[in-house]
């Protein structure tokens, strides 16, 4: 039976989970996990893959990533195989640790971002372990930080300050239709904040303005709580000259991959 090609997705972003074969265990002991973190730094750099979020569980694991380059199955093929081959090595074992090839589901929405990031850290939740937060192999303490080589600044951007991001990730799935926001910045919000703000009908009139007075108006929506991706859609002003607006305010970048511990 041919082999069926991966789904390609246009944001870039993908969801990839892999079990043990047979279910059987993959993580034995902590050493195990920190191993398998390792190397899931170093080969995310090296073929320049965005962890945007994993948990690793006893008999398997997920990965939500940023995959512009399209190197993912070279990422997956080295982060697996090698893992196999360590972990055989170590325990004395022969044969296949892994259960067929890594699924791996495209993302083509904010909201299936969100919702994907949220089921991905509520693993230990639905397995019956113990909270998200409480959790010690998955990203959740990683939100937000800029010292980690887990980048979650577009979900920083969709959800909110750590606050808003813990009440979202703990908020049972029926309470929103497995949905965010916890407080509503869509579309809809971010146009009423743009005409309250600016005074403007339509959020494309920046365009128009002087180089100083865009840019100030840039900077004043990101600080009212527009995420870039939305003052990007609603403006027409294009994506870097937005991270620029902010850069220059803030003197730190918004965007991008995070720095690697």
Not at 30 to 36: G, K, L, M, R, V
Not at 112 to 122: K, P
Not at 137 to 143: A, E, H, P
Not at 164 to 177: L, Q, V
């Amino acid at each position: 039976m041919p082999v069926q090609p991966r789904p390609v997705s246009e944001m870039g972003y993908y969801h990839i989970a892999q079990r043990g074969n047979g279910k059987q265990v993959i993580f034995e002991e902590p050493a195990d996990y920190i191993h398998f973190l390792q190397n899931l730094k170093q080969y995310s750099a090296d073929h320049r893959i965005i962890i945007n979020a994993f948990c690793l569980m006893e008999n398997h694991f997920h990965l939500l990533i940023c995959d512009a380059g399209q190197n993912k199955s070279l990422f997956m093929k080295r982060l697996s195989g090698n893992y196999a081959i360590w972990f055989n090595k170590k325990y004395e074992r022969s044969g296949h640790l892994f259960q067929n090839r890594y699924t791996c589901r495209a993302i083509e929405s904010d909201d299936a971002l969100c919702t994907v990031f949220r089921y991905i850290l509520n693993n230990p939740r639905d397995a019956g372990l113990c909270s998200a937060a409480d959790y010690q192999w998955s990203s959740y303490s990683r939100y937000g930080h800029p010292n980690s080589f887990v980048d979650t600044t577009i979900l920083t951007e969709l959800i909110g300050s750590f606050e808003e991001y813990a009440a979202y990730i703990d908020a049972k799935y029926e309470d929103n239709d497995q949905k965010m926001p916890v407080s509503p910045r869509d579309d809809e919000w971010a146009k009423t904040v743009m005409q309250e703000t600016l005074h403007v009908n339509s959020g494309t009139e920046i365009r128009s303005y002087s180089r100083k007075s865009r840019d100030d108006a840039v900077r004043l929506l990101y600080e009212k709580g527009l995420s870039i991706r939305q003052i990007e859609r609603l403006t027409g002003v294009s994506k870097g000259v937005i991270q620029r607006a902010v850069k220059q305010k803030s003197g730190t970048p918004v965007s991008g991959a995070g720095v690697p511990e």
